[in-house]
């Protein structure tokens, strides 16, 4: 009986020792807030980045477990991505990220498919990614809704950020490659623009003072309803210069938010883009140049970084396996492609992060934030550097040193 109280116990105050005080020393730390820190110390409590400074100006407190690494930088963060949806199996049962019953489906939440147990979720969590920005994928005019998540273990519940972020749609081939309608760009966008007109009279019937002519709950209304509200952003994937002019012009109709994913095309269209005050998703850089793609540049990030436009590189959706790419290594060749050091860590970190909304959580190494933290053995950007420790909330999440 007294084993099983002591057996108690310790499963009960295991939450509290994971989440022990906490130094980390390197040799290097990239804040993504301002210049790397030579010889840096972080403190964290209680799940949060306490101080950031040098070794000089922290003495580190005596009750700290202390882990020790060349580099540190921020967790880092994916910016699309549809994992936990797409399985690693690659097969009918594991692949819940496109719903082809019909084109158009707002209605489709991404919290009731995301499996956090998912392999290709610990695959991102060992390179490093502690936070992802999932849900439906391309292929259908209005795919479902996207939702932010921790890459750490635990229930759907304890890991989400954000259960709706932005309603997921796509213009181009892929498209009319699914469904028998629409088959052409011009049907894309009449059919599209047919029912956000219904939900610009649905919305205005939900803003009625007399409560008695609201509408009853309309899931499908309702959630194009946030889009146009502008409750939440409206993420269009569109890579051929004929799609993003399309996605700017229904961004400007129905004066919502606009989000564009992939992007292949955007270093044609920069003034465009500037003009409608839009964001950019980028594809993965190393992503095959085929189909809608077929004109996309490696030197992409680093055009769009120079005329002013934040990037955020994506790794987006794979068909095969291993179904995933690592943004760790799309900013290395976004870098090697001469994209500047700090501008490529702030594309899979505080970039991402602020085009989420998620900037005053996570995305840089600051006091206040969540310690989502990961460890190198060298330059995060050198092929041959590993990680070695990956922190979430200040809980070592991953500790696999070479592979």
């Known amino acids: 009986m007294q084993k099983k109280i002591y057996s108690t116990l310790f499963i ?55 882990h020790e690494s060349e580099v540190v930088t921020p967790g880092l963060i994916d910016a699309r991505t549809v994992i936990g949806m797409s399985g690693v199996l690659n097969i009918s049962t594991d692949q819940d990220q496109l719903e082809k019953s019909s084109p158009i489906q707002p209605d489709l939440r991404a919290i009731d498919a995301y499996n956090p ?3 290709l979720v610990k695959v991102a969590r060992e390179y490093g990614v502690t936070t992802i920005h999932t849900g439906h994928g391309i292929g259908a005019l209005v795919s479902g809704q996207t939702m932010i998540a921790k890459t750490k273990k635990g229930t759907v519940e304890s890991v989400t950020l954000q259960p709706l972020s932005m309603i997921a749609m796509t213009l181009g081939p892929s498209v009319s490659g699914n469904f028998s309608s629409p088959g052409t760009k011009a049907k894309q966008m009449a059919m599209i623009r047919t029912e956000l007109l219904k939900a610009q009279a649905h919305l205005k019937k939900l803003n009625d003072k007399d409560s008695s002519k609201r509408p009853s709950p309309d899931l499908k209304m309702d959630a194009l309803a946030k889009l146009l509200s502008g409750e939440v952003k409206g993420m269009i994937t569109a890579n051929k210069s004929t799609d993003i002019m399309n996605a700017i012009r229904l961004a400007k109709e129905f004066k919502f938010k606009l989000v564009i994913d992939g992007a292949a095309e955007s ?94 959580k996570v995305g840089s190494i600051e006091p206040g934030k969540d310690a989502d933290l990961v460890l190198y053995n060298g330059d995060p950007f050198e092929y041959v550097t590993n990680v070695c420790k990956v922190f979430i909330d200040g809980i070592l999440v991953s500790d696999k040193c070479g592979r």
């Open 12 to 66: 009960i105050s295991l939450p509290a020792l994971l989440m022990a005080q906490i130094a980390i020393k390197a040799k290097v730390i990239h804040t993504a807030s301002g210049s790397p820190l030579r010889d840096g110390v972080i403190l964290v409590k209680d799940g949060k980045i306490e101080k950031v400074g040098t070794a000089t100006s922290i003495t580190i407190p005596a009750n700290y477990t202390i």
């Open 117 to 119: 147990d998912e392999t």
């Open 267 to 360: 270093y044609r269209l920069i003034d465009e883009i500037k003009n409608a005050k839009a964001e950019i998703i980028l594809h993965a850089t190393m992503t095959p140049g085929e189909e809608d793609k077929v004109n996309l540049s490696r030197e992409t990030a680093l055009i769009l970084t120079n005329a002013g436009i934040s990037v955020s590189i994506e790794s987006g959706f794979e068909p095969y396996v291993p179904k995933t790419r690592i943004v760790l290594f799309e900013a290395a060749i976004a870098m090697a492609s001469g994209l500047p050091y700090d501008e490529a860590l702030k594309s899979i970190t505080i970039n991402p992060a602020k085009l989420l909304g998620i900037d005053k």
